[in-house]
């Protein structure tokens, strides 16, 4: 079945920097878009970022547009989120999120989420 690990969630200060990772399994992964989402305490999902099949196509909230950056890597089953310039109001727990098909379509599964704290 569908198997999403995320990882590289942390405490960092605002203005510092963390990558998260998430590897997947269980489909083949270079088949199809992932995301990035997230939740701060008491609030609602938020998409962050999507990046197609082939890494070709990209797209970000506006809120993390300039500071994230979504890549993939097919041949480990992996993708990532680059994010810098951290601030608190992207304190959340972030989900990667694997898709119905190959680029910008609805979510199929994602994983258990990795915690991010950006403390003043």
């Known amino acids: 079945q569908v198997q999403l690990v995320e990882s590289g969630g942390g405490l960092v200060q605002a203005g510092g920097f963390l990558r998260l990772s998430c590897t997947a399994s269980?489909?083949?992964?270079?088949?199809?878009?992932m995301s990035w989402v997230r939740q701060a305490p008491g609030k609602g999902l938020e998409w962050v970022s999507d990046i197609n099949s082939g890494g070709t196509s990209i797209y970000y909230a506006d809120s993390v547009k300039g500071r994230f950056t979504i890549s993939r890597d097919n041949a480990k089953n992996t993708v990532y989120l680059q994010m810098n310039s951290l601030k608190n109001n992207d304190t959340a727990v972030y989900y990667c999120?694997?898709?119905?098909?190959?680029?910008?379509?609805?979510?199929?599964?994602w994983g258990q989420g990795t915690q991010v704290t950006v403390s003043s």
């Open positions: 999120a694997k898709q119905w098909d190959v680029e910008r379509s609805a979510f199929q599964a």
């Open positions: 269980g489909f083949p992964f270079s088949m199809y878009g």
